[in-house]
């Protein structure tokens, strides 16, 4: 069995708290009311602007390949609070992760409960070697949550990133097998 395909058997997983699971076009309400939140995208991607936009970038993104994305459920309520995606490169057995959370649910180490579970994932199910994330240099919470999970700075990367408009940079977080094992 390939790498590719062990992701794919892996699209529903849990915490104690979350439910890792496929974003469908039902969860549309859920996401517009954390991506349609300024300080929520504020460092990711372009604001909601209304339901039937959430709806198409659930369809585009989401539904068109659902390879690797998740929608953060909290199993308490059902209620889908963010997004995690898991960006493979099979080839150089390593990949990269990035999360949304509702501002509404900060706070709560959801995030860190999430990008854990796919730490768990890449490392034991995948077999990966390394799994990296960054973030912009102006969003020291995200770096936070790398620094929660076992991920050590790497590096600043000048101008890496167009962010609405305006070039930034990012800092490269990163965690190895050798490290996660370590942390076991």
Request: charged letters at 30%; a neutral charge; hydrophobic letters at 35%.
């Amino acid at each position: 069995m390939t790498i590719e395909e062990k992701l794919l058997l892996n699209n529903h997983l849990e915490t104690q708290r979350l439910l890792l699971r496929p974003v469908t076009v039902e969860d549309a309400e859920d996401m517009y009311e954390y991506a349609s939140d300024p300080e929520t995208v504020k460092y990711i991607y372009a604001r909601h602007k209304n339901l039937d936009a959430t709806r198409t970038q659930i369809l585009n993104y989401f539904v068109k390949d659902p390879e690797g994305k998740w929608g953060i459920e909290l199993k308490s309520s059902h209620k889908l609070i963010g997004s995690i995606d898991f960006r493979l490169d099979a080839k150089d057995l390593k990949a990269e992760i990035g999360y949304a959370i509702g501002r509404n649910y900060w706070g709560n180490g959801f995030a860190p409960e999430a990008a854990k579970r796919l730490l768990k994932m890449g490392f034991n199910d995948l077999g990966l070697k390394r799994i990296d994330a960054l973030h912009c240099s102006e969003n020291m919470k995200s770096g936070r949550v790398m620094q929660k999970i076992g991920m050590q700075k790497e590096g600043l990367l000048k101008n890496n990133t167009q962010l609405k408009g305006r070039t930034v940079d990012d800092i490269l977080y990163a965690i190895t097998d050798d490290q996660w094992q370590n942390q076991q």
